[in-house]
């Protein structure tokens, strides 16, 4: 299973900081399957997952794919809206405008680094967005248009149009946040209604997250301990662990003057993460992400920790989603993220106890995978080493 949108892209940006490979092969798979199933969902991710700049003002420093990928998300996003520009024009009259929206955010893109295929690409999206209404034009206009403080006095002004509100206060958090006004983002999300909030709850929770992660980080580094420690008390508690995730992000890995501080956050992370009702599947990527970070601070007691929180909840959540009949399970591309060389070779006998703990065979063995090639990789560092040290000797 590929997961939801949002949690893919945003996976999609860490392993592409931490692990290229893990995140070029995720991409890949993600634009494979949107080939298939070209679905809104899939389109979403593959933009935000190739063009960041779409929706956020800045990443972690290394983070973001490379040309190539970037490229390929292109020619993919040209040939689909030309079939469906087509499609559009056949007596089946199949809509294209929602898509066309996303693919039309990208026309600096296609400028700049698809620039034979912009053209035809533009008259697509021109005729896909033909079939919107007048009224519905006029709207987006306006979104892509008007400032900040236009989009909150135009959000007042429509209190009696729940669409329309929700429309300006969504556009005025997010151009918010591109602007690193985060304090005003969080100032405009936390100000709407829940019925508001709940008309695209990940949207708000994810931009929620992540504005108060840079802003915690902003304040870090202007000196203001106690201002970023506030940021996160005023984070609702459901979500704060997915802002800690966020501004540990931010440092660099070895970064020794921050490491107290990095380890004081993951800990709390690890609590409200647990305490966190959100379901598992959504936040099972940020919590084999703080995994990783632990890991990566040498915390390898707290990271095992975690891990046998996130067995014991995936259990309780397998058992609940089967008497639905339905399925979950621990997917390879999120356990990745989280299980590391090095806290394999400390944690070896616990991790497979708690391995073993997980009631569900596949994600078992989707756990075990990702070990074995974590192992694979380790020997092969190993045996470039004693070949570089053997090639000294003999020189």
């Known amino acids: 299973s590929l997961g939801s949108p949002r949690d893919l892209y945003k996976l999609i940006w860490e392993l592409s900081r931490t692990d290229y490979t893990a995140g070029q092969r995720l991409f890949h798979a993600v634009l494979a399957k949107a080939t298939i199933e070209p679905t809104y969902y899939r389109l979403q991710t593959l933009q935000l997952s190739a063009f960041p700049e779409v929706l956020a003002a800045a990443l972690p420093r290394g983070s973001g794919l490379n040309l190539s990928e970037k490229v390929a998300a292109l020619d993919f996003f040209a040939d689909f809206i030309i079939k469906a520009q087509a499609r559009r024009n056949s007596p089946q009259q199949t809509q294209c405008s929602a898509e066309a929206t996303l693919v039309a955010a990208l026309s600096v893109q296609f400028v700049t680094l698809l620039p034979t295929r912009a053209g035809i690409v533009q008259q697509a999206v ?7 209404s007048v009224q519905m034009q006029s709207v987006q206009s306006t979104l892509r248009s008007s400032t900040v403080e236009e989009l909150l006095t135009l959000a007042d002004e ?132 703080l995994v990783g970070q632990m890991s990566n601070l040498k915390q390898f007691s707290d990271a095992s920790d975690v891990l046998k929180d996130i067995a014991n909840a995936f259990n309780a959540a397998q ?40 009631n569900d065979p596949r994600s078992r063995v989707n756990i075990n995978f990702v070990l074995l090639n974590v192992a694979v990789q380790k020997y092969q560092t190993l045996k470039r080493e004693l070949g570089y040290l053997e090639s000294e000797k003999l020189d």
């Open 319 to 358: 058992k609940q989603t089967e008497e639905k009949g339905d399925r979950l399970e621990i997917s390879r591309h999120h356990a990745r993220s989280g299980l590391t060389a090095e806290l394999l070779d400390v944690q070896n006998a616990r991790l497979s106890e708690i391995i073993g703990s997980v």
């Open 126 to 132: 021109g005729s896909c967005l033909s079939g919107q």
């Open 158 to 289: 429509h209190k009696d149009d729940s669409a329309l509100r929700i429309a300006y206060l969504s556009r005025a958090a997010l151009l918010s946040y591109n602007e690193k006004r985060y304090d005003l983002t969080i100032r405009i999300l936390d100000g709407m209604t829940d019925e508001e909030r709940i008309a695209d709850l990940e949207f708000w929770e994810d931009l929620r997250s992540s504005a108060a992660a840079f802003l915690a980080f902003v304040r870090y580094q202007n000196g203001d301990h106690q201002g970023w420690r506030t940021v996160f008390e005023n984070t609702p508690i459901d979500i704060r662990a997915f802002a800690q995730f966020g501004l540990v992000s931010l440092f660099t890995v070895n970064e020794i003057p921050t490491q107290a501080v990095r380890i004081e956050v993951l800990q709390s992370a690890a609590k409200f993460m647990a305490r966190s009702e959100k379901p598992f599947s959504r936040k099972s990527a940020y919590w084999f992400g």
